[in-house]
């Protein structure tokens, strides 16, 4: 269903003053899962790199313990990168404050559920809403 003029002229005027404020922009920024997900890699990286020193400086001088320990922290490494990379193609929704919409609306309610896409939970949010509203 069309938005009405006046509902579209709300909307973007809604658009330009949300546009207008930096500390809006910044929290959502900040709060963007793809920044986060890039960070971890990166991290991730530089962890598997540094397994990687241990274990070759482990096989230089001999010491099997240090090798072996070197390749459990590239697995942990490795894990924790797939695990970010998993993490951040989920589409979650976060609240500017940062807190997930996933874990607020799952209470009381079926898997399947919060599996549905974005603009089916807006409808039927719009559905649901007060009738005072409309």
Known sequence: MPLSEHEQRLFEQIE????E???FASAVRASDPRV?????????????????????????IKTPLLSVA????????????LQSQRRGRTPDLHVVGGTSTRATAGRGRSRSRGRRSFIDRLEERWRERPEGHR
């Open 21 to 23: 404020d930096p500390k």
């Open 36 to 60: 986060h997900t890039r960070r971890r890699l990166l991290v991730a990286a530089g962890i598997i790199a540094v397994g990687l020193a241990l274990v070759v400086y482990g096989t230089v």
């Open 70 to 81: 070197g390749f459990v922290v590239m697995l942990g490494a490795v894990g924790f990168a």
């Open 16 to 19: 330009r003053s949300l546009a």
